[in-house]
């Protein structure tokens, strides 16, 4: 299992993973075992995919029917009650970089998860971005072009990643929030802002964690593998 869980909370992180002994840099290394990490907990059964259906029931004249289905309902209670406690929860907190003092970030952890969410590459047209990831026409990943050359790399990508930790503390983006972790509401919150009514907001929010945190510098530097 790639992931511990504590309380009802699943919890993901990238100290072991994948990537062991085939990525170099630690902080790259991190980033990317986090991301298949989380990848293989959204990969977890569905309980509507994979919950026993309920019996059938006999409703005729064996007088032994009565017994029989009393046995068929607790047999099945009883394996859906132990593969629902089976489950992982569906609340989980993922951290995608080593732990930091608050309000600092491992540049080459983010990158490294930007990397593996990006499909292992290190930029892509907007366009192409919209068509893996924007639920339908009304979102755009456009305001991550922090340089406006028609493609997101994956420094323009990480300034996301880094929004959705300060958005999963908080309804409004502070970089003292900043822990290395990011919840449902930092996803959620994430994606609202690649609604095209928000760009404006969005554009502003990762031009300036893009800038505070020199994620361009910090690209020139990266190696994948």
Known sequence: MTFEIAGNVAKIEGSQGKYDNKVTNPSVRYGRNAVENYYTYLEQPIIADTMNTAPILDFGLDPNAPQKNADKLEKFLKENDEYLKALPPL???????????????????????????MGGVKELGVKELDSRFAPDE???????????DGKIDIAEYGSSIIAADMLSKSDTPNPANIDGTINKKGFDAVLAYTQKSKAAAAAKLYSSIYNTYNLGEAQKDFQAE
């Open 91 to 117: 609340e989980f907190e993922y951290r995608y970089m080593p732990v930091m003092p608050k309000g600092q970030v491992d540049r080459g952890a983010v990158l490294g998860a930007a990397y593996e969410e």
């Open 138 to 148: 009304s979102f755009t990943s456009e305001a991550l072009d922090v340089n406006k």
